[in-house]
């Protein structure tokens, strides 16, 4: 495997913060440092993910989940779209069942439970919702990850745009407190 310049771990370091249980912290971190070079080289898209993570992130505030669901659930959002840029325009939409391939092939997974993983893996590949790589895979209403999809379809609205900023200021206040 070629070195990788992980880039995005930087991007994405209050991110990775956010999520308080170590062991999924440091299966993020993981996945992340060793995602293929097109993303970390991808501002745009590493943007995209990111606008999805807050979205879910403030979701899920909204609702009061905490703990290990919600580090899941906001950590999966940044292994989304690893895979997108392997792949020419018109078979990006397998980018959303890749994610395992490509994980599994480095033995990501061997750091996570497996049912962990399984659910992880569920919601990376319906994030795109029926446009993605089958419409077997559509998230289904009132499951995690139908609120994860939900998350990027609105971060895919061209119109919408988060004041980083003041996300990281209000979360700042909010540990204060």
């Known amino acids: 495997m070629?070195?990788?310049?992980?880039?995005?771990?930087?991007?994405?370091?209050k991110e990775l913060k956010g999520i308080q249980d170590a062991s999924l912290q440091a299966f993020f971190y993981n996945?992340?440092?060793?995602?293929?070079?097109?993303f970390h080289d991808d501002t745009d898209l590493?943007?995209?993910?990111?606008?999805a993570?807050?979205?879910l992130r403030g979701l899920l505030d909204q609702r009061g989940v905490k703990g290990?669901?919600?580090d899941a659930l906001v950590g999966t959002t940044l292994l989304c779209d690893i895979m997108q840029n392997e792949f020419e325009e018109d078979m990006r939409p397998l980018h959303t069942v890749a994610v395992r391939k490509y994980l599994e092939k480095l033995e990501v997974q061997k750091d996570v439970n497996q049912g962990l993983w399984e659910n992880v893996m569920r919601a990376v590949e319906s994030h795109h919702g029926a446009e993605g790589a089958s419409p077997l895979l559509d998230a289904k209403p009132g499951t995690a990850e139908y609120?994860?999809?939900q998350a990027f379809s609105i971060a895919r609205l061209g119109y919408v745009k988060l004041?980083?900023?003041?996300?990281?200021?209000?979360?700042?206040?909010k540990e204060e407190n």
């Open 2 to 13: 070629t070195n990788i310049n992980a880039t995005a771990l930087t991007y994405f370091e």
């Open 68 to 70: 290990t669901v919600r």
């Open 163 to 173: 004041d980083w900023e003041a996300i990281y200021e209000e979360g700042k206040a």
């Open 147 to 149: 609120e994860l999809a």
């Open 31 to 38: 996945a992340l440092a060793v995602a293929p070079q097109s």
């Open 53 to 55: 993570y807050h979205i």
């Open 46 to 51: 590493q943007e995209h993910v990111k606008t």
